[in-house]
């Protein structure tokens, strides 16, 4: 021990001579001589300017210098010699001071030195004036001694000059001035000049003296000399000190060899210590060899001895352990935590001794009992290992078998999700719980165990019963049992009993499954699943309910007798309640197919009916939008299936109402064709092609996908729940049928289903009409498609046909063949084609028979007296063109208009009804719905007003820019371009025209903020759908400038409400005709109004809208009451008006209310005084 | 136990091998030069024009060649300016002698000073730039226009931000600097440029270098004149001038006859505030004077003639016969120099 604290203290001492040598040396080496070799180069180059800068001074002043050059030569230099030595000079303050000094004095000098460079060039060129002005004005005779006067000037020059000379001088120059007026005109300018030049010199040449005496009393030199002993002194110092350093730098250098000396000779003693020690060693291990496994090491464990015991278990040759490190044998099975106790141990050179597992050369482990004996130096430090060694292989591996089985079975058990425990049963005490069943009681395993379960059942007498039960030695099985957490909540569990013995003790063992989240998601599934069916079923009962009462009604008033007009209006009652009902209709399917409610019905039913009929029913809207709707089913198809036809006839209504809303031109074919033929069961194809907008692949795919569209923006251009394509595609496949889409975009598509149906017992087929097989018929129409469901059905009944394509080629036909019976002419051929054709064909074959195949009612209509003998309205359904056929040969041509089941619609006559009066104003009406369009026309009619009609926003700026309008109703919500749009668009291009037409909104969006949003954009009014005759009269009178006639002239047959000021209909009924009570009443409501009205205005007039509203409120319940709709009306707008705050907006609608009150004054006077009296 | 002994041993003979070096250099003595100033440099001028007031531009300068091809680029630059519209080259055109032609220069949005564009040729040979000599290097001027309200309206970091935008004005300051784009390497780089702008070779010069027909005998009779008027004493040196102030109108009141329009007529008063400096300017450099009008600080002078007429009456006192100015005038378009081989 002594011996090592004596080396580290000398370890110490060497590492702080070293660094002390450091030290030493880096400060030795702190003086760089080039360095020192540039700083005084330049220091001796800056006195050497300083020196020149001063000869140049002074040969400036004796004009000696060429030019001034020299002095910018001189200076540049400076500069960069003071910027050099800035960089090179030491940092002390003593020597930045000394340069400062430097600096200040030579710029001082510099600035000096520009002053006399000019002085002394005024000074030269006067001196050189003044000898030329004096050789010039000696010749005059003026008494001025010029040349004397030029001479003292030039001796004034020279430095002897006293100062009273000078003033003699300038005393002399002041007499000449004096004397200028003698001079002869022609030498004044030189005389002058002379004295100017007098001057010049007189003032310069002191002035230049100053100058020098400063020049040189700036003590440049002195202060370089100052600044270059200042480095030297510091040179000096700084190689004092580093010849210092040197110096202990050698001396300790010293000091160092004689310490390593030292510890040489140290060294060389331990080593021959330590080999003594070896052989002792030596020498004890042998005795050992002979009865242990013994090993030893050195003090890194590399192995130096083995004996023979030791190789026979490790399986190593001798040769091979040599030299090997222990770690060869390293099991793995121990940590290294392990041998790092075990090292440690070893290497404080205390004994270790424990069990090791190790490894063979082949692989095998083997346990040996250890003891680890450590052999110390002579310092103490154990130098090698004696490693004594018994094999207890065999016990270690028993017992190392035994504890892996139960850890293993432990572990199991312990992360099981499934709950278990084991009950003792002498006491009742849980011994054993694992971590799921704390976790399923909210507890832990400490709380749990040395407890009693039963406070966890929810009924004792459930768990008394199973106890019995275990009793008898009975097993339970997945028994459903009410737990209670520690915390009090309930749990669901499959529990299972089990009667064994644990640990020698009678014991059950208990598995519980936690099913509590499983129950309560059955519980809530279950009354989720009934809550949305009762949902349904009312949803369905509640809307079709009052929805079936308009149908109905609707009906049942189309059934009575009505005008043109009436009849319309109800007719857009049953429409558009058809069509509010088939979108809720498709809500409610689709809600029912999700919830697997819809059922399938199996009927028998007739095809041919359910495809024509869906196809008739909408040729209506086909032709409106003058697309050709056809069908075409083959007629070998069994006439009677069985199936859903209400459902079949839902998909096919859906496939053509979407073929008729996205095709603008063209054609719509529906074809059904049989597709397959199995026993008692037909597949049938139907398909629905059109020549639309086409769908791109990308999207048929997701077409079929509920509240999909083909595009995004297809539900605002074209209406419509996006829910029809999924319903069929739930219905097809409800039916056991498949559908599907071809498209090409921009082409067209074909939609198409295909679904299975059942033969019914009795399979009938179309008849085939025995009288026309003989005939032959010649179609003159221009369409292929329709040529082609022509010549089916023809001949598929046996009709000989030919086709042609015009009137051309059917000439060329009837020429060829004139057998010909029929001929089926298309009115697209138009009128006056059609006219000539048959001319033509009548004079070639004066028994043909002419069948007029019309695309319009109006063609249908007028077939008669284009000389056909039949006339068939599209689509040609086979019964029709059966009929067609039968009535031509019977040559009947009464009443065409019966064979149609069609009752066209007749569109409102506007033009007609327009008074001239009203002509010469013109409005635009914007909007899109058609009904609506119908409505506002129907209104404005009845108002002497006609109005053009742009169907969006778009098109109304197109009218707009082309046409002058006086007024514009505006829709807002609109395809394309929307109504907020199209004014902001108007407004700009009005902008700087100084007009502006008035927009008055028409919106069906009664919500608040709205009409803001209108004003906002642009508009000036605002009526809101339905449109009220009133508010539309009063809003005519308003914005144009003629009176728009109040009613008076409105036709009786219409029985608008609003139409006529009082509605005494309504009173009469209230009251019983009793004419004397009315009377009294609207005389009460008259003076009551009358003053509502005065205050209202007042009210108006000091802009109190709450007031207003109050006002307007009372005036809608009176007016109402009384039937008095105008009124009510306007006060309702009035009060809506109120609302927004728009005062103007109110005092008109204030004057329409007096206007209002006033007829229904006259109104009572005329229609009930006449009466009463 | 053999590593540490062989750690220590290697160490200590480091350390003596340290120590010994250490000892070594300590006693090595170096030995110290002292300056000598060079001789100066005449050139190849004939002995009998040594003396001679004027002497020749030199033929060539020594610069850094990369540095000046940027200085070039950036002199031509006018993101220099604040508003983007003025290069240096605006006011002092190559192409026409380094001066705009005006008699004020005029800075962005077009505001005038009332100073004349002084030539930017040999501005090297001066020992102080601008009318009033406030900055004492090319590099101190340089500094000064970019900011001066008057000129570009800049400064430095705007200019130096729109030049790092541009990868090719980086990468010219990284080949040109070790420190790359900075005010001072830009103002160096256009400082090192301006050098460049020597016109030597002028027929005079030629005359100087002993080539006696370089200059007709009425221009040396100008010559003679220029120099017996006085002229010399202030117009002297390589530059003809440049490197001295002197008041206008030494003479005779110039200001008298010619008002002050501006503080800019008060001259190097306005640098050193010293009353004796009111009206004092930096003489001009007379080299390629004939391609400089209008002349004087304030561009009054139109013609050459006009401005030795001037010059004579107000400095020299003198009124000079039209025979006389015509002579000098000839005179002193044999300073014309050549700027990269051609007469300017």
């Given at each position: 021990m002594k011996k090592i604290s004596e080396r580290k203290l000398l370890l110490g001492f060497c590492v702080v001579v070293l660094g002390a040598l450091i030290y030493f040396y880096s400060n030795s080496v702190t003086i760089d001589p080039n360095r020192h070799e540039a700083t005084v180069s330049y220091l001796n180059e800056l006195a050497g300017l300083d020196r020149d800068l001063n000869e140049a001074v002074l040969k400036t002043h004796s004009n000696f210098l060429r030019n001034y050059d020299e002095f910018t030569r001189l200076s540049d230099r400076l500069k960069v010699v003071i910027k050099q030595l800035d960089a090179l000079l030491p940092e002390t303050e003593k020597i930045r001071k000394a340069q400062a000094l430097v600096r200040e004095n030579l710029d001082n000098k510099l600035a000096q030195i520009e002053n006399l460079k000019s002085e002394n060039a005024e000074l030269r060129n006067s001196l050189h004036y003044i000898t030329l002005g004096v050789t010039k004005l000696g010749k005059t005779p003026v008494d001025i001694d010029f040349d004397h006067l030029a001479f003292e000037l030039l001796a004034i020059n020279s430095d002897v000059a006293s100062a009273e000379f000078k003033r003699s001088v300038k005393s002399q120059l002041e007499q000449a001035v004096k004397l200028?007026?003698?001079?002869p005109a022609q030498l004044r300018v030189d005389f002058d000049s002379m004295l100017a030049h007098s001057e010049v010199v007189l003032q310069d040449n002191l002035i230049m003296q100053d100058y020098l005496e400063k020049i040189f009393s700036i003590p440049t030199d002195t202060r370089i000399s100052e600044l270059s002993s200042l480095y030297r002194e510091n040179f000096d110092g700084s190689l004092r000190r580093v010849q210092l350093h040197r110096y202990v730098l050698t001396f300790l250098s010293a000091v160092l060899l004689l310490g390593l000396l030292v510890m040489l000779w140290q060294l060389k003693i331990a080593n021959m210590t330590q080999k003594i020690t070896a052989f002792n060693l030596e020498a004890q291990k042998f005795a050992l060899d002979q009865h242990a496994i013994v090993s030893i090491a050195d003090f890194a464990g590399n192995i130096t001895y083995a004996n023979d015991r030791f190789c026979m278990i490790s399986g190593y040759a001798r040769e091979q352990l040599l030299g090997a490190n222990h770690r060869t044998l390293k099991s793995g099975r121990h940590p290294d935590s392990f041998y790092q106790e075990m090292w440690h141990t070893i290497a404080r050179g205390e004994v270790w001794e424990g069990d090791i597992c190790n490894r063979a050369k082949d692989g095998h482990e083997y346990w040996v009992h250890s003891t680890i004996i450590p052999f110390p130096d002579e310092h103490g430090s154990p130098w090698q290992y004696i490693s004594i060694r018994t094999d207890i292989s065999q016990a270690k591996k028993m017992e190392m078998e035994l504890r892996e089985n139960q850890l293993q079975l432990e572990q199991m058990l312990e992360t099981s999700p499934i709950a278990v425990r084991i009950m003792r049963l002498i006491d009742n005490r849980i011994v054993y719980a694992n971590q799921s069943y704390a976790a399923l009681f909210d507890a832990t395993k400490s709380t749990l165990l040395g407890g009693s379960p039963l406070s966890l059942y929810k009924n004792p007498e459930e768990y008394m019963e199973i106890s019995k039960a275990l009793a008898s030695g009975e097993s339970i099985i997945n028994r459903l049992m009410e737990l209670v957490s520690t915390d009090g909540r309930t749990i669901w569990t499959l529990a299972s009993y089990f009667s064994f013995i644990y640990r020698g003790e009678q014991a059950v063992l208990g598995w519980f499954y936690d099913v509590t989240e499983l129950r309560k998601a059955k519980d809530e599934a279950e009354t989720a699943t009934r809550l949305k069916s009762e949902f349904l079923s009312t949803m369905s009962h509640e809307i079709r309910t009052p929805m079936s009462g308009v149908l109905g009604m609707a009906d049942i008033l189309l059934e009575t007798t009505l005008d043109d007009r009436q009849r319309e209006f109800a007719q857009i009652i049953k429409d558009s309640g058809k069509s509010l009902l088939s979108i809720i209709n498709d809500i409610l399917d689709f809600s029912k197919i999700e919830a697997g409610k819809l059922e399938i019905e199996n009927i028998e039913f007739t095809l041919l009916p359910v495809v024509e009929g869906c196809v008739e029913i909408l040729s209506v809207k086909a032709r409106e939008k003058g697309l050709t709707l056809m069908t075409s089913v083959n007629p070998s198809i069994p006439h009677n299936l069985v199936g859903d036809p209400n459902r079949l006839r839902q998909i096919l209504l859906n496939l053509v109402g979407n073929a008729i809303k996205f095709t603008t031109s063209g054609e719509i074919l529906v074809r059904v064709d049989s597709s397959g033929e199995e026993e008692g069961k037909s597949l049938l194809r139907f398909e629905v092609t059109d020549s639309g907008i086409g769908i791109s692949k990308e999207v048929s795919v997701t077409l079929?996908?509920?509240?999909?569209?083909?595009?995004?923006?297809v539900t605002r251009k074209y209406g419509g729940t996006g829910l029809g394509l999924s319903i069929s595609r739930r219905l097809t496949e409800l039916m056991g049928g498949r559908i599907g889409a071809d498209s090409l975009e921009g082409e067209g598509s074909t939609f198409w289903f295909e679904i299975p149906f059942k033969h019914p017992q009795q399979l009938s087929m179309l008849?085939?009409?025995?009288?026309?097989?003989t005939l032959a018929a010649l179609l003159i129409i221009p369409s292929r498609n329709q040529r082609e469901v022509f010549f089916n059905y023809l001949e598929a009944w046996g009709m000989h046909t030919i086709g042609a394509e015009n009137a051309e080629e059917a000439i060329g036909a009837l020429k060829n063949n004139n057998t010909l019976n029929f001929a089926f002419i298309s009115s697209m051929l138009g009128s006056d084609a059609i006219d000539d054709l048959m001319k033509s064909l009548k004079s070639m074959k004066k028994d043909i028979k002419c069948i007029l195949v019309a695309d319009s009612m109006a063609e249908f209509e007028a077939a008669q007296h284009h000389g056909f003998q039949s006339a068939l309205l599209e689509p040609v359904k086979q019964s029709s063109l059966l009929d067609a056929i039968m009535q031509a040969m019977e040559r009947r041509l009464q009443d065409i208009a019966k064979i149609s089941n069609q009752q066209p619609v007749p569109l409102p006559k506007q033009k007609k009804s327009v008074d001239s009066a009203n002509e010469n104003h013109r409005i635009l009406l914007v909007e899109d719905n058609s009904t609506n369009q119908k409505v506002a026309l129907t209104l404005l009619a009845n108002l002497k007003y006609s109005a053009e009609i742009a169907r969006n926003g778009q098109e109304c700026i197109e009218l707009f820019t082309k046409n002058t309008y006086d007024l514009i109703f505006m829709d807002c919500q609109m395809p394309v371009m929307d109504g907020f749009e199209a004014t902001r668009c108007i407004r700009r291009l009005e902008n700087g025209s100084g007009m502006r037409i008035p927009i008055i909104a028409m919106t069906a969006n009664a919500m608040e903020g709205d009409h803001e949003r209108c004003i906002a954009a642009g508009m000036d009014g605002y009526m809101t759908k339905p449109i009220a005759l009133a508010v539309l009269a009063a809003i005519l009178r308003e914005w144009l400038i003629d009176h728009v006639p109040l009613q008076q002239d409105v036709s009786p047959t219409l029985s608008v409400a609003?139409?006529?000021?009082?509605?005494l209909a309504r009173l009469r009924d209230l009251f019983d005709d009793d004419e004397e009570i009315i009377l009294q009443l609207l005389e009460d409501y008259k003076i009551s109004t009358r003053g509502e009205l005065k205050n209202l205005k007042l009210a108006i007039d000091q802009g109190d809208f709450v007031r207003i509203r109050s006002i307007c409120h009372q005036l809608v319940g009176s007016s109402a009451n009384l039937g008095l709709n105008r009124l009510q009306a306007l006060s309702k707008a009035m009060e809506k008006v109120a609302s927004y705050e728009d005062i103007e907006q109110a005092a008109i609608l204030l004057d329409s209310l007096n206007a209002a009150m006033a007829e229904a004054s006259d109104f009572i006077n005329n229609n009930l005084k006449a009466h009463g009296s | 136990m053999t590593l540490k002994k062989n750690i220590i041993i290697a160490a200590a003979t480091l350390l003596i091998a340290t120590g010994l070096g250490a000892l070594y250099y300590g006693m090595e003595k170096p030995e110290y030069v002292y300056y000598q100033p060079d001789p100066i440099n005449s050139e190849d001028v004939p002995e009998k024009f040594r003396n001679e007031p004027i002497q020749p531009v030199p033929m060539g300068v020594k610069v850094n060649l990369t540095v000046a091809a940027l200085g070039k680029k950036l002199f031509h630059d006018p993101r220099l300016s604040a508003d983007d519209s003025i290069s240096c080259a605006n006011c002092h055109n190559l192409g026409t002698a380094g001066v705009d032609g005006r008699r004020y220069s005029i800075g962005i949005n077009g505001i005038q000073e009332y100073l004349n564009t002084p030539t930017i040729f040999n501005s090297g040979l001066n020992p102080y730039q601008f009318w009033d000599g406030r900055a004492a290097s090319l590099e101190q001027m340089i500094n000064e226009p970019p900011s001066n309200i008057h000129k570009m309206e800049s400064n430095w970091n705007d200019v130096i931000q729109k030049l790092k935008r541009d990868s090719t004005s980086r990468h010219d300051f990284a080949a040109a600097f070790e420190d790359g784009l900075t005010s001072n390497n830009i103002a160096h780089a256009i400082a090192e440029f301006e050098r460049t702008l020597a016109t030597p070779n002028a027929r005079f010069d030629q005359f100087l270098r002993g080539k006696d027909d370089a200059i007709t005998p009425q221009e040396k009779q100008g010559y003679h004149l220029f120099k017996s008027y006085g002229c010399a004493t202030c117009h002297q040196g390589v530059a003809v001038g440049g490197n001295m102030f002197e008041r206008m109108g030494s003479v005779r009141r110039y200001f008298d006859d010619?008002?002050?329009?501006?503080?800019?007529?008060l001259g190097r008063y306005n640098v050193t505030h010293d009353e004796k400096h009111r009206y004092y300017f930096r003489v001009p450099s007379l080299r390629n004077v004939e391609k400089t009008a209008p002349y004087f600080h304030n561009g009054s002078a139109k013609t050459l003639e006009e401005a030795v007429k001037v010059m004579g009456f107000y400095n020299l006192g003198v009124r000079m016969p039209e025979s006389d100015v015509a002579l000098i005038v000839q005179f002193l378009k044999t300073l014309t120099g050549e700027y990269e081989g051609r007469q300017l």
């Open positions: 200028r007026s003698r001079v079929f996908q509920p509240f999909t569209q083909a595009d995004g923006s008849a085939r009409p025995e009288a026309l097989a609003g139409n006529s000021p009082v509605n | 010619y008002p002050p329009r501006g503080s800019e007529d």
